[in-house]
Structure formats: C-alpha cells, structure tokens
C-alpha cells in the first residue's frame, strides 16, 4: 500500500491506474477507522481493481472548532488496517493540500442540506460536498462507497454527482452495529459507561418503527409515538429529531408508503449520534372477498 500526501500524486497514480484498464473503487473516509469502515472498504474491493481510501479530516464540515480538534485520529493504526484490508492507495493530504491559500469556490446542494443536520449543524454538508467533490475530481473512482449510517451525507454526495454530471456510481452500504445493536461510530469513543448504556435506546426506538411498518401501521404519527416512547424512557438522551421522511428529499410522506426512513439525532451528553432505518411501507394489502 502506497500512502500518499500529495495531490498531485493522488492524480497520477490514478491516472495510471485508469490507463492500464484498471476500475477504481473508493471510500473516503475523517480516519479512526472501524468495522463500519472496513465494509465500505471491502465493497470497494469487490467492485473494482484498485482501491483508494482517503483519511482527511475535514475542517470545513465541522461547525465547532473544539469538535474537530477533539476528532480522534489514528494515523498509524488506521494505515495498518487499510494494508490489512488490501487498499492500494491511502490518501491522507494536509489540510493545505485540498485548501490551498485562495481558495474561494465551495459547493452547495441547496435545498437537501438544510435541514437535520444541515439544520442543526449550520455550513456542515457545504464542507462535506466541497471536499468530496475535491476528491472525487483527484481520484476520478468509478465507484465511490458511502455508509447508510449517514443516509442524508450519501443522499448529498448522490444528488451532487447528478446534478454536476460526474461519472462516479454512488454504493451505499448497510450500518455496521456493535452487539448491543448501536451503531458503530468513531463518536462512541466518547461515551461514558452510562452514556453508552442509554445509546441502546436509539437501535430499539428504530426497531419499534420498523415493528409499527411491519405490522401495517400507516399513520405517520403513530409510528413516531411508538419511537418517541422508547427514546423517552432513557432519561440521558435529549433528541435532536426524529422525523419519518422519504428517501429522496428527506421530507414527510403525504402518505406512509413505499421506501421510507426513520432518522434520529440525539446527544448524550455532549456527544451526538445520529442513526436511522429504511422501511418499505408497502400499501396494505386487499383483503379478498
Ligand atoms: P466518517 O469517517 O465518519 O466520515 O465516515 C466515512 C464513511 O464511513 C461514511 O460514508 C460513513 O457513512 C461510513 N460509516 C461510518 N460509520 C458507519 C457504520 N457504522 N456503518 C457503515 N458505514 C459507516
């Protein structure tokens, strides 16, 4: 595995990837690298020849300067398991390589970034959209692969390459959880024992949607009751939102049906975590005569 600081590197080794035929597959990734990761990485593997993951953390995209100082980073570690997982290039550029002195334009996917956490995190898909789009532009994948974990980021990035016309096919992958069902995130680090203990209420109040979907309920209020009841007997969660929305817009059905989600952002103290669950609310079946 060959890391790589430059940008301009970056470019030509995937320059000449493409030119010897070779299909790029790519993750981009803020590093502390886990199991949630890992998977992207490995679905990179299978779908192209070469793989390259990028580990920037990016200050653009965060909205308080002590949360991005505080963001774990594991240079080592995370390079160990990147060569562990067969990645080909790592790209892990200084902050000065994608925002050289001048720089002026940045990349707003305007009416999806405003809300949730566009909403509660003000300016944060702008930096997300403006570096991947960076880094899109460097490497040129023809896969780049994303987590649902962050179903509005993945939803960003899609709208973007349609509406910029870039030729990358955007791979959205399933949550990785840990055993108590929370979802893997480089931000669990920062929760106390108790904290982590009351964390299990968000996996189970997405469980209780997906229970209130299964078993035909198509009130859209009613699903959210059911949700806002498990969240609420954990004394420790505040909720940020929780909204039932499509997949497209991120907005409120008119009607409960077809491919939904179930997002939730809550804080634990300090630490927000954000977590949601695609539903297939299917129309209720006719009853036969
Ligand atoms: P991050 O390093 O947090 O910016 O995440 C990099 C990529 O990994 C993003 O596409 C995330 O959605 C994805 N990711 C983070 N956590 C998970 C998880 N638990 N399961 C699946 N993908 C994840």
């Known amino acids: 595995m060959e890391i790589v600081r430059r940008v301009h590197s970056m470019k030509e080794a995937c320059r000449q990837a493409r030119r010897g035929g ?36 990016n200050p653009t995209q965060f909205d308080q300067a002590s949360d991005f100082e505080s963001y774990p980073r594991e240079e080592t570690a995370d390079a160990d398991r990147c060569i562990s997982e067969r990645v080909d290039y790592l790209f892990s550029p200084p902050a000065e390589e994608l925002y050289p002195e001048g720089s002026q334009t940045i990349v707003d996917v305007t009416e999806l970034s405003r809300s949730f956490e566009g909403a509660s995190r003000p300016g944060h898909f702008r930096g997300v959209a403006t570096v991947v789009l960076k880094l899109l532009q460097i490497v040129q994948p023809d896969f780049a692969v994303f987590g649902q974990k962050d179903l509005q980021q993945a939803l960003v990035v899609r709208r973007m390459v349609r509406d910029l016309m870039l030729d990358v096919e955007i791979v959205m992958m399933p949550t990785v959880r840990d055993e108590d069902n929370v979802a893997l995130s480089s ?103």
């Open 22 to 57: 070779k299909k790029i597959g790519f993750v981009p990734t803020m590093g502390a690298l886990h199991e949630g990761h890992l998977r992207l990485i490995r679905r990179a593997r299978e779908l192209a020849d070469i793989v390259a993951v990028s580990i920037f953390v």
């Open 187 to 289: 931000r669990n680090q920062k929760l106390s024992a108790a904290e982590r203990e009351a964390a299990r209420a968000i996996p189970r109040a997405l469980e209780a949607a997906r229970q209130a979907i299964a078993e035909g309920q198509r009130q859209s209020d009613r699903v959210l009751a059911a949700v806002h009841e498990v969240l609420q007997a954990e004394e420790r969660l505040k909720v940020d939102y929780v909204e039932l929305v499509d997949r497209e817009r991120l907005e409120p059905p008119t009607q409960v049906q077809g491919e939904l989600a179930l997002i939730i952002a809550a804080f634990l103290g300090e630490t927000r975590l954000i977590d949601n669950v695609l539903l297939n609310a299917d129309p209720p079946k006719q009853k036969k005569a």
